[in-house]
Structure formats: C-alpha cells, structure tokens
C-alpha cells in the first residue's frame, strides 16, 4: 500500500491548502516502510471490517482531516462512525 495520490479534494484549494493535502497524502502513518499497511489491518481489526473497505476508510480519514484543519467558514465537520475509528486508532498509536 502506497500513499493515495488523489488531487486536492477541492478543485480551487489556495496554496495552503494544497501544501496541507500534500503532507496528508504524503504521510504514512508511522516511520516503517509497512506503517500504512500494518494501520489498515489495526483499522481493519479495530472495526471489523475488510482490509479494503480498511483501506478506503483510511483514504477518506485522510479528506476528513483536511476538512477539520481547512474548513474555511468556521463550520464544524463531524466523521462518519467508520471515520470515527479510523480516528480513535490513529490516536491510540503511542508511536504516532
């Protein structure tokens, strides 16, 4: 598994916006070269659900955190509850 190469979830991100989307695709949840791979089965495990459905929940954990850290209009944004473990995972990794 390799970091997601989708553009900018927005199709007229400023700069900062674009720099911030490329430092979450970019990151591989954790220093090892299996990190991504090794957080999809700790996401699949966590919430019982396929490596694959693992896999996109991650990618899409990646657009929530974009939106919480750019969301612009002082609008809050609020996960979905596949998102939700992707997130309460990612926090309990002491390492991370």
């Known amino acids: ?3 997601s190469t989708d ?3 927005l199709p ?6 674009e720099a911030l989307w490329q430092r979450l695709q970019a990151y591989r949840f954790g ?3 299996d990190a991504l791979p090794v957080f999809v089965r700790r996401v ?5 659900v396929s490596l694959t459905v693992a896999a ?3 990618e899409e954990y990646r657009r929530f ?5 750019s969301g612009g209009g002082g609008e809050d944004v609020t996960p979905s509850a596949l998102i ?3 997130w309460h995972t990612h926090l309990t990794d002491t390492r991370e």
Request: proline share 10%; aromatic share 4%.
């Open 31 to 33: 220093d090892a070269d």
């Open 56 to 58: 996109r929940a991650v």
């Open 7 to 9: 553009p900018a979830p």
């Open 84 to 86: 939700d473990q992707v």
């Open 44 to 48: 699949a495990k966590d919430a019982r």
């Open 1 to 3: 598994m390799t970091a």
């Open 65 to 69: 955190c974009f939106l919480a850290c």
């Open 12 to 17: 007229h991100a400023d700069p900062a916006q």
